[in-house]
Structure formats: structure tokens, C-alpha cells
């Protein structure tokens, strides 16, 4: 299986709802640095497994919509703790959305997975990887 | 599959037995950067795998038996080369261990698979993954 | 010049003021990862700059005062950008009276300089180096 | 599964046919930082994967045959575009040749998949993982 | 002394004149991840360095001029070694200048130092430090 | 002030004398990534700082004096604590000799300093600089 993974970040503000949670019940914040892997059986024509710059650019649309914004006031998150497993799925979904409707370029329909990683600090990080079911 | 993956530090001491192992056949030591993680195909009511901070201390805590110690003189690794290969599967089996008893808290008992990663310089490393069977 | 440097993170929300920091006005947040360098002419007698534990358990307790905080409600704060730049300086105030006053352990009083780094992503860092007058 | 895996670079120039491609179909070049992972179900009676300085020779080797060229120039590679994903094959099947004619020493035999990952900059890599068949 | 610092990567081919670089007389290629870091004695108003949105802006249009490119028939680099030593005061040069045109922002006049390191692999880099003079 | 700066590893095992050092009292180990930059206020006629290439095999010849050791057996380290600082110094000292010797080529002569860093964990470093008195 081959893949290319690449790189963003994004700022956010949240809180969580929990003991479990301790002092991360607090409203603090979070730099996520955010890797996304498309992985595929075959390269395309070109050798590739999609298009690199429409993939960094494609992730930078799907982060625009939550960086520099504080998440508990995302609609969208209502009634969730977005910890860092729960944005790597939110991450996951868009980008498989992405690359079903031909967003990353000639390469697209043909990934077949898809992992989203996300680095809270140096000592933590969470991913979720998946099939990009048709 | 979500991940979650936390990192810890220990510094020992040993040596190798075997004319393949070299000039590592004499006593030296090493720096392992380990990282462990915890993967499961849904999150918990809280939204997480584990619970970060749980997983954090148990990892320590496993880790405690051997850090700043000469590996050598440890009697469960008698007769063994603890190879970073071979330590990688001692932290596994003894988190799989853990979450089985449920020392990561309410998540515990789904963690489906660990993979333990040990880093022993910037130029090599090992890693054991498998599955937590109950 | 001898150095040691220790390594920690926090995780804050905050906001800034002024239409120079475009979408970073609104409350969003950060991990930084905090490095911070002791530096001295010679070493103690016991051949280190100071102590390393004592070094990483200030620094902690430095952050604590910080650390799943909202920045824009401390009230030390108040009127100011708390700016990587700023943050880099609140550290390195709070570590110089820390190794005037003893608390990083015998070594403490030789301390000449110290460095704060806080890497803010993987694509920017800031840092504040100054003397440790007496 | 355990895994052992060894880091090496190469620095190489190459251009790419293709409008996909934008200002890389220029002559340009690259350092790659190649990570090359082998994997077996059981440690030898060493308790290895593979001798660890066997697989660093092997790598370096390997890499030798195009570091500090012009990649456009080698007939192997011609009418084809060597993109990262497209070397990362290339370097997995120089090492399963390797393994299976025993150059990593005593564990070669065993070895079941090997990873290459090739890091193109900060914020992008690819790879390609694969069984090493019989 | 306060810093701020950004990084970006180029791309790029070239090849080295004299026996001291062996291999590398032949035309091959790097990654360069760029850092730059702008010191000053103090924050300017708003509590920063210098804007690092205008800092990360001008440090792409620097290294926008050789990206992509074999620096072998970049005219300004005739007879020159564009070791990466060299290419660190080309862009500490670069970067010298945009910072007394202003091109930094507010904080642009203000700004002492200069610091630029082009990391070529994982194992080496280079940097050029400097002050900006008036 | 230009630099270069080249990378290598050593695996070691020692331990400490006094209760300053608490576990590491011990008989453990370490791994120390060390980094050394040399610098120089203009390139030699190649370009260069020094010969890259000359630089890493110095290196390489004064970290092979200690590597794989147990540091309390060799005989200039006797009565000594071996600290990440300690060993900094030792290595800058082996350096500025083999600088003064002529050991790192053409460039030799002009080197105006040295900085040794020893990277002992993720969250622990040290480092020595100093001028290369002729």
C-alpha cells in the first residue's frame, strides 16, 4: 500500500465535560498539528497517490472551518467533547468527503484509506485511520 | 480505528550476549523514548479511547521497574538480551496487562489493540503492536 | 558557557487586541512547548549547572500558575497580549526569582543566564534570553 | 508484530512531466530521510528482527545506487516520475531482494513486510508497505 | 533579547566546484527547511516582535526566487558555491533588507538581529547570524 | 557569525556520586544525540565553514573514544561525575584540538568557535560553547 501524508495546524480554544477531564474541564486551548495520510493500491499516470498540493490545500479548507475558533461554540459540536480523537474523526470525515468528490485531483477516486493524526504536544497525540467506503 | 498515544523516557544500562550485537556486547546504556498506543474502534461516552492522564501514569509506572537500572541484573530478563525489540514487547505485555484490569480507567475494557514504540536514538528504533485479548 | 535545558507544555486559551493579528483576535488557544535553558560559566561540584529534577519540578510549578487557563481572566494579565514573545518573558521572570532564591538547588546562585523557548506550532517559536542579575 | 526500523538520507536532483506537477516539472531536487522498517511475528534466538547494523549497511548500500544524483539521468528510472511515493517502492524492493537473498544476517529469512517511508520536507512524506514475498 | 522565528522549505538542485565535496560535484539536489528568527531588545505596542503572518509572507517571497529552480543557472550565484552556508546569508541578506523596507510591519524598524538555518537532513545545518544594521 | 552544525550518536552506561542525583546514583545508561556546530566569521574560498564531510568524521573518531562504554571504567573520567554537561565539555575540548590540529581540512585554521550539544532525552539537553583559543 502506498501513501503521501501531509502536514497543517490549527489554534482552537475548548473545554470538556467530565471528571474524568480534571483541570481540562477549564476553558483552555490546544495547537493540533495535523498529519493526513491517503493511502492507495496503485499510483496513478502521474505516480502519485493523489495530487500533494490539492491535498495540503484541500486540508487547510477542511481546518479553516474550525481554526482559530473557541469549538464550544460550534453548532456542529453541540453535546461533544472535542478531544483530540473526536477532531481527528471530524478531520477523517471531511477528508473522506474530499476525496470521494474528487477534491485531491486525478488520484481520487482510487484512495482507499485514509489516516488523520493529530499532535496535541510532544508527549501526546491521537489518530483515526479508516476505509473511504463509495 | 481511533488511537490515542502517549510518551515517556527511561535511561539503563546493559549488554548483549552474541558476536552479531558487536561492540554493544560490552556494557552501555541507552535513552529510550517509549511511546504506547491504546487503540479501540469506538470512543467512550467521555469521547476518548483512554483517559490521557490515566494512561500516562500507568505507563510510568510500568516503566518504574526498570528505569535507571542495569538491565542486566533484573531476574525476570535473565538469560535474555533485552534488545529494544525485546523491551518493546515487556511495556506491551505489561499494559495489555494493565487494561485488562482496568488501571486506564472507564475505557479500559475496549482497548482492542496497543503498540508500543521504543525510540533508541534519532537513527533506529522498534515497535511491537498486537492485539489485547481478553 | 555551560547551558542545561528542560522541557514542558502547557495548554491555554486566549485572545489578542489589535487588527495586526487578524483571525488570532478571536478566543482560540495553544499547546507550547516550553523549553528552558540554565546557563553558567562553570559547573557545581557535582559537575552539573544545576539540578536537573529541581530545574524540571520550578518549571512545572511556574506553568501551573498558567497552564488549562484562560489567559484573557488572569488578572496579571489584564491589558496585555499574551503573545508567545510575552509568555516567553512571563516564564523567564518567574525562573530567574526562582534561581535567585534558591530553588533550583545548590547551583542556583551561579545561574548567569537564562533562555525561554516556547515552540508554538511545528512552523513558529519564540524565545526571551537575558542575564539573571542579582 | 515486531518491528525495527533504521534512518538514513539521500540528496538527489530529478524533475517530473506533468502539468499536475506545477513548478516541480523544473529541474529541482531533494533531501529524503528514508525510514526502512522490517517486521516478523517472532524475535530470532538473538531476540532481534534483524541485525540492526546488517540493516543500516544494506540501506546505505541501496540509497548508494542514486544518492547525489541526477535522477532524470538514471536509465531505470527513465519515462518515469520519481516522486516520493514512486522511491519509497523503489527502495522497499531493493531491501526485500536483500532480505530474501539473507543480507541482513541471521533474521533475514524471517522477515515478513517491510515500511519505507521517504520525508520530503516538515510537512510531507510517503511510503509504502508491503509483504516480502517467498 | 526577545525573538520570534518562522520556517518554510525550498526545493531545490545544485552542484558544488572543488575536490572537497566529492559526490556532491555532481548535480543532485536538497530539502532546506528555512527557520528565521527576528530578535529585538523590546515588544513593540502590540506585544510582538514583529507580525509573523507578514514575517512567514516575506519569508515565502524570498525563497520564493530559488524554489523549484537549479541554483547552477541562477545568474546572481555564478561562480559561486551555493553551499548551505552560502544560501543562509542569501536569505539573512534577503531578509536584513525587507525588514529596514518595512516589509515586516509595525515592529519592522525595531528589529537587531537576524538568525537563519537551513537544516539539510536530519544529521546537518547551517546557520547565519547577524545584526541588521541601519 | 556563520556555523555548521553535524550530528552523531553514543550509547553509553554510567552513574552518578551524590544525593544530588537521586536514582541515577545508579548504574544506568543513556543515548546522547550530539550535536557540533563550528563556527567561523567568513567562508573559506570553497564556501564552506569547514569540509562537512571531515567535520562528521572527526566526530565520529572522538565519540568512538566512549562509545559503548561504561564510563566509570574509563580512566581520564575516574573521580569525575560523567554529567550531560560534563560530557559536553569533552567533547568541545576533543574538537577545538582536532580544529587546532588542522583535522577538519582548509577550514581548520578559521574556526572562531564550537558549540557541543548533547540531546539526552525528548525533554532534556545540554550544551557547551565556547571560542577556540589559538
Request: hydrophobic share 45%; net charge neutral; proline share 2%.
Amino acid at each position: 500500500m502506498y501513501a503521501i501524508e501531509v502536514r497543517e495546524h490549527i489554534m482552537i480554544a475548548h473545554s470538556f465535560k467530565g471528571a474524568l477531564f480534571g483541570p481540562a474541564q477549564a476553558l483552555h486551548g490546544a495547537t493540533f498539528v495535523v498529519d493526513v495520510a491517503f493511502m492507495r493500491e496503485e499510483l496513478t499516470q502521474d505516480g502519485v497517490v493523489v495530487d500533494i498540493a490539492r491535498a495540503h490545500n484541500t486540508l487547510k479548507a477542511v481546518l479553516g472551518r474550525i481554526n482559530y475558533r473557541n469549538l464550544d461554540e460550534i453548532p456542529d459540536f453541540k453535546g461533544k467533547n472535542t478531544t483530540t480523537e473526536f477532531l481527528c474523526k471530524f478531520v477523517f470525515d471531511a477528508m473522506t468527503t474530499a476525496a470521494r468528490e474528487g477534491a485531491l485531483g486525478p488520484g481520487s477516486a482510487g484512495v482507499a484509506r485514509i489516516k488523520v493524526t493529530l499532535h496535541e504536544s510532544h508527549v501526546a497525540r491521537a489518530w483515526y485511520e479508516g476505509a473511504v467506503r463509495g
